[in-house]
């Protein structure tokens, strides 16, 4: 039968040794380091370093000293006409791409959770758009847009419609990119309010429809509290992205015509780089910085979801 | 929805009607821009630029796949983003999972956990034109321009805290006994991570992974700064160069661009238990 | 083989105290009980012989060792879990033989002993599986291997048979205890249920906010309960307690009157009568301690259960399994002067009388 068995190698009567000991005990921080540091190194010290940056003048000559302008650049961001243009194209983009998304994913996972639950197949193919490289959805588009040979045109004519440049429009511009955009990124609503509603209760319900409520007042009274967590995770994230929105407008529009289309991210990048004014870039970074900082801090506040 | 309601058979079926038709609208629009781009990258020039557009290509022909993989250096492109995803994978997926574990785990001194954890979802935040001057600056005067090193630096930057943030949900998940019984079996601390809670999480593991090769594949603006020649140029910037403002190599970027979706859409079913997750940081479980 | 020694042990989380200045001595091949509600701290002293939480204050020893900060891996301790915590991406055989594996012990030492342990549970066909193909008993008997294939110095078990299902349960119970007197190893066990404490345990210590009410053999817990908790706490149905007064030798309660007690005098008393210590008699009975209308009856099997008011509680009564009383009927009942307990309500503390 079982005896205590004396071959057994027994736990060393003394605890193991010094590093074993260190180790264990620093464990947590141990594991900790690399990211911190990583992050702290590439996050932080940019911040600061543009700080720096963004109160000086630095020329595109890198033998050229950095000449210090204290707040001369901040200032400028009060004056510039430009800068105020891509505030507004970049307000206007996000605000109306985010809430059409918004509604139509949250629309189309009503409609279709009770049918399309078990579809695993059909439900990843309607997410390829926002997983395919923004660049390739900004040349497919480009195809499409084209105002000579386009599909989209060839669908105008044929509906009698008259034709349009689209993306080459002065009025059309920032709507093809809209449009670009709730093509890629609605499916990313609709997963993950479907995701929300997949994990909805059945029994309170069960109970409203006892006490007789309507399916209009069962959707504002249950489904939407419910749902609110994962709306504000949706639409946060959907936010940053909107704001940092670069690539499609690289390829579609080049941030014309007549900038209707300039956005932030590319005015950053032609101040700093066709402009070679690095310093001035420094200084609208930190204001977008400090735009997204509050945004999310409100947001993660507002909707307590800090963890 | 689970809603419970009663209804005449009529609206029934025409529920059953308007969702499926619907579904069917949804697939053509999320399918006809795919399926455009990769048959105009078979078609001729000539054929790309019908009037009316021809739906299918009636003399298929591989040339422009030929011009941009064989003539032109997409191949060394998609070799670059290949190897810098996987550079930046290796690392924010072998740090992320220490630190995702740690932040799952560990008690810390003062709310550090969620201060900590915290900190780096809002660096996740960030637009990367807000740190791409302090970069580029940075790397100017290291000399390290239009290098690899320099992308994967770079992208590791905003794939680390993603990466974070997914372990540190998978490992959530865990049942904490597990690892307490491997203590108590006689294992370390960090013999429990290894034997026990990282064998578990190998499945969030692999998708976040697979979520890093994808965001890395897919960058765009970074790569735009730091690189200057086909040495370090990504298949992105690739793509984007062929787009001028004299000419636009239709075939060309229809070809690649086609082949830089393939990868991504294998991808994606790979990893379609995780999408939720993955896209919300890890905040909703799916 | 060991002992397990606290000395003014004590446990805080921030402001919380888990446990408060705990002293005890579980002997060398004892099968200690830590009994206690939730949250009275049972289960924290026992994940503090683990190594799984440290010590606030105070030390604690196995034999002569002090093992505050010693790695748990230094312990020698083995712990079955409530929820058993098997290694789902093992079988059972790596399962039971993963605490020999972290030892390096060779493989075909290491493949006998599993043999040999999996035979005491019998689960020598199950050896390929993983956890999630077996049922919850045999889940229960592979944490059981895998505590038991190493022969540690202490058995922990942190309510290893809550999880089974009532009758699983029974069978088990009498397996852990002769599996403890075959093995001769020191355990500590935790759990909330009486009865697994009554019937496994040498002694049983009661436990509530984080301090020892009594430390005794279970028939001292029963029988001799030193503190209004340990009362109300063992027993099922529990004790009846009643606050009263008792003026030489003599309590009163709302109608209620028992004497022979003694001398005692305590102005803020509780009298303590177990349900079968108290007997149904007549109602035209003079010696009846009370007489009251019946509230309710309610057959167990064995006995019936007769509750009646007194004041604003409930005094129940074991009676024979052919009690015919109605609700409403009035009847009288007889306590046992001998068979009561008397504490004293501003001390919880139990009054001899």
């Not at chain 1, 050229?64 to 970049?90: C, I, K, M, Y």
């Not at chain 2, 079926?13 to 619907?22: K, N």
């Not at chain 3, 919850?136 to 505590?147: E, I, K, M, N, Y």
Request: hydrophobic share 50%.
């Amino acid at each position: 039968m079982l005896r205590p068995d004396k071959g057994m190698p027994a736990a060393s009567p003394r605890p193991g040794g010094v590093l074993e000991h260190w180790t264990e005990r620093h464990l947590r921080y141990l594991m900790l380091a690399p990211t911190m540091i990583v992050l702290l190194a590439l996050t932080i010290f940019p911040s600061f370093y543009m700080f720096y940056a963004a109160v000086h003048r630095i020329s595109p000559n890198p033998d050229l000293p950095w000449e210090f302008v204290g707040s001369g650049n901040f200032a400028r961001l009060l004056t510039d006409a430009q800068f105020h243009v891509a505030l507004r194209n970049t307000a206007v983009f996000t605000i109306v791409a985010v809430t059409f998304e918004f509604l139509l994913g949250l629309g189309l996972a009503l409609l279709l959770d009770r049918f399309i639950r078990r579809l695993t197949f059909l439900k990843t193919v309607l997410m390829i758009p926002m997983m395919l490289p923004p660049i390739a959805v900004a040349i497919t588009w480009k195809i499409i847009y084209e105002p000579q040979f386009g599909v989209l045109n060839e669908i105008m004519f044929r509906l009698g419609l008259p034709l349009q440049a689209w993306a080459g429009d002065v009025n059309l511009a920032m709507f093809s990119i809209i449009v670009a955009d709730v093509w890629q990124w609605t499916p990313f609503i609709f997963l993950l309010m479907l995701a929300g509603l997949a994990s909805l209760p059945i029994e309170p319900y069960e109970a409203a429809a006892l006490d007789g409520a309507s399916s209009w007042r069962q959707f504002w009274d249950l489904t939407l509290p419910f749902l609110k967590p994962v709306i504000a995770i949706a639409v946060l994230l959907r936010v940053m992205d909107a704001l940092r929105l670069f690539d499609l407008v690289f390829i579609l529009t080049g941030g014309g015509p007549a900038d209707r289309t300039k956005v932030l991210s590319l005015y950053i990048y032609q101040v700093a780089y066709r402009f070679a004014d690095p310093g001035y870039a420094a200084a609208i970074s930190l204001f977008v910085l400090f735009v997204t900082i509050v945004l999310s801090t409100w947001f993660m506040k507002r909707m307590r979801l800090a963890e | 929805m689970a809603t419970i309601r009663t209804r005449s058979r009529g609206s029934e079926m025409l529920l059953h009607l308007t969702a499926y038709l619907t579904i069917l609208v949804a697939l053509i629009l999320t399918l006809f821009p795919v399926y455009w781009i990769a048959v105009n990258s078979f078609k001729y020039d000539i054929d790309i630029f019908a009037v009316p557009p021809e739906w299918l290509p009636r003399n298929p022909t591989l040339k422009h796949y030929h011009e941009a993989f064989v003539q032109r250096p997409f191949l060394r492109y998609a070799l670059n983003s290949l190897l810098v995803a996987v550079g930046t994978t290796i690392i924010s997926v072998g740090f992320g999972t220490m630190a995702g574990y740690a932040l799952a785990r560990f008690s810390y001194p003062w709310q550090w956990r969620k201060q900590i954890s915290f900190w780096i979802l809002s660096t996740r935040m960030m637009p990367p034109i807000v740190s791409i001057i302090p970069l580029y600056l940075f790397f100017n005067s290291f000399d390290m321009l239009n290098t690899k090193s320099a992308l994967i630096i770079a992208y590791t930057a905003f794939n680390l805290p993603f990466a974070t943030w997914m372990m540190k949900s998978y490992f959530q998940d865990l049942p904490v006994e597990l690892e307490e019984a491997a203590i108590v079996d006689g294992d370390t601390q960090w013999g429990a991570f290894l034997h026990v809670a990282l064998p578990l999480a190998r499945p969030g593991l692999a998708a976040t992974a697979i979520f890093c090769l994808i965001i890395s594949w897919n960058e765009f603006l970074l790569s735009l700064i730091i690189t200057l020649t086909e040495q370090s140029q990504t298949l992105p910037i690739g793509i984007a160069g062929r787009v001028t403002q004299y000419k636009t190599y239709w075939g060309e970027i229809s070809a690649a661009g086609f082949m830089a979706c393939v990868p991504i859409v294998i991808f994606a079913f790979i990893v379609q238990k995780h999408l939720v997750r993955g896209l919300s940081l890890g905040a909703v479980k799916g | 083989m060991a002992s397990v020694t606290f000395n003014n042990v004590s446990k805080k989380f921030g402001e919380f105290v888990a446990v408060a200045d705990f002293n005890l001595e579980v002997r060398d091949k004892e099968f200690l009980v830590l009994l206690g509600p939730s949250g009275c701290g049972k289960t924290t002293t026992m994940r503090m012989v683990a190594g799984l939480e440290e010590a606030t204050s105070g030390d604690i020893y196995i034999d002569a060792e002090r093992i505050n900060g010693v790695l748990p891996k230094y312990r020698d301790v083995a712990m079955v879990f409530q929820s058993y915590a098997l290694y789902p991406h093992l079988t059972v055989e790596q399962n039971i033989g993963y605490p020999l594996k972290i030892r390096k012990v060779p493989p075909e030492e290491s493949k006998r002993r599993v043999a040999e342990v999996a035979r005491r549970v019998e689960l020598e066909t199950m050896l390929s599986r993983l956890p999630r193909e077996l049922s919850g008993g045999q889940r229960q008997r592979v944490a059981l291997a895998r505590a038991i294939v190493r022969t540690p110095r202490v058995f922990l078990m942190d309510e290893p048979l809550s999880n089974l299902d009532a009758k699983l349960r029974t069978q088990m119970r009498s397996e852990l205890k002769h599996l403890q007197h075959e093995l001769q190893v020191t355990t500590i066990y935790v759990t909330h249920d009486q009865i697994e404490a009554m019937t496994l345990a040498h002694r049983v210590a009661v436990m509530n906010r984080g301090v020892i009410e009594q430390l005794g053999t279970p028939r001292e817990i029963y029988s001799d309960p030193r503190t209004l908790f340990v009362a109300g706490f063992i027993g099922s149905p529990p004790m009846n307690l009643i606050p009263g007064e008792a003026r030489d030798g003599i309590f009163t309660s709302a109608g209620l009157r028992v004497g022979g007690l003694g001398q005692a005098s305590v102005p803020r008393a509780v009298l303590g009568v177990r349900p079968e210590d108290i007997h149904a008699t007549g109602v035209g009975g003079s010696d009846a301690n009370l007489v009251a209308p019946i509230y309710s009856v309610e057959l167990t099997g064995e006995n019936t259960l007769v509750s009646l008011r007194l004041g604003a509680q409930l005094l129940t009564l074991r009676a024979d399994k052919n009690f015919a009383g109605q609700i409403d009927q009035p009847i009288g009942i007889k306590v046992a002067a001998d068979q009561v307990f008397l504490f004293d309500g501003e001390s919880q503390r139990r009054v001899d009388f």
